[in-house]
């Protein structure tokens, strides 16, 4: 079966993802590859990225569309020519409607930066420094239509430092998604 992995930005954690299938060897031992990076964004980087690591990539627009529900759909179209037995968002910075997450529900996953269910939406480490956070973290989640509200699969913790820029909180919580995603969606597979 293929993984399709959906990203906005970088794709740090889409490479992350990929590269763990080569070196844990998900191919054979749950017969999955990861097959397409696709994006909203014509100019991310994860599609050249993602490329390199011998991913197919393809972009969906979403400035060609007049609805979310249109543009949704046309996401759907695309990631469906892969039949993706999992369809991972990294990155990816677009809400997604009700029928898009109904279509996949149960094989749709995603990383928050923070530890859900504290600070869902934006900025996530700039909140929690001025909140006065010890730790902070990410979340891998099970993509519900309540927004970074769905059911957790894998957490990862960091302190917060003292003095700590939410840039330096972000890069100590990122360098820790690129093991938790991977390692969750292993768990994942397994499970299967
Ligand atoms: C990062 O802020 C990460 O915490 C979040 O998405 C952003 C970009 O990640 N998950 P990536 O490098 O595009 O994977």
Same mark, same amino acid.
């Given at each position: 079966?293929?993984?399709?992995?959906?990203?906005? /930005?970088?794709?740090? @954690?889409? #490479?992350?993802?990929?590269?763990?299938? &080569?070196? !844990? !060897?998900?191919?054979?031992?749950? /017969?999955?590859?990861?097959?397409?990076?696709?994006? @909203?964004?014509?100019?991310?980087?994860?599609?050249?990225?993602?490329?390199? =690591?011998?991913?197919? %990539?393809?972009?969906?627009?979403?400035?060609?569309?007049?609805?979310?529900?249109?543009?949704? %759909?046309?996401?759907?179209?695309?990631?469906?020519?892969? &039949?993706?037995? =999992?369809?991972? =968002? %990294?990155?990816?910075?677009?809400?997604?409607?009700? /029928?898009?997450? #109904?279509?996949?529900?149960?094989?749709?996953? @995603?990383?928050?930066?923070?530890?859900?269910?504290?600070?869902?939406? =934006?900025?996530?480490?700039?909140?929690?420094?001025?909140?006065?956070? &010890?730790?902070? /973290?990410?979340?891998?989640?099970?993509?519900?239509?309540?927004?970074?509200?769905?059911?957790?699969?894998?957490? #990862?913790?960091?302190?917060?430092?003292?003095?700590?820029?939410?840039?330096?909180?972000?890069? $100590?919580?990122?360098? &820790?998604?690129? $093991?938790?995603?991977?390692?969750?969606?292993?768990?994942?597979?397994?499970?299967?």
């Amino acid at each position: 079966g293929n993984i399709v992995i959906l990203v906005s /930005g970088g794709g740090s @954690n889409m #490479a992350a993802i990929a590269r763990a299938a &080569q070196a !844990r !060897r998900w191919a054979e031992r749950f /017969g999955v590859r990861v097959a397409a990076v696709v994006s @909203n964004k014509p100019d991310a980087g994860g599609l050249e990225l993602g490329r390199e =690591l011998g991913l197919e %990539a393809a972009v969906v627009d979403h400035r060609g569309f007049d609805s979310r529900e249109a543009f949704d %759909a046309a996401l759907a179209d695309t990631i469906d020519r892969w &039949q993706p037995v =999992l369809v991972v =968002l %990294a990155g990816f910075m677009r809400i997604l409607t009700p /029928g898009f997450v #109904a279509r996949y529900e149960g094989r749709l996953v @995603n990383i928050h930066p923070s530890l859900l269910p504290a600070f869902p939406g =934006l900025h996530t480490h700039r909140r929690a420094i001025e909140a006065g956070c &010890q730790v902070a /973290g990410a979340t891998v989640h099970l993509v519900t239509a309540e927004l970074d509200h769905g059911p957790i699969l894998a957490q #990862a913790v960091v302190p917060v430092l003292a003095g700590d820029a939410p840039e330096a909180l972000a890069a $100590r919580v990122l360098s &820790q998604e690129h $093991r938790l995603y991977p390692e969750a969606i292993e768990g994942w597979l397994a499970a299967r």
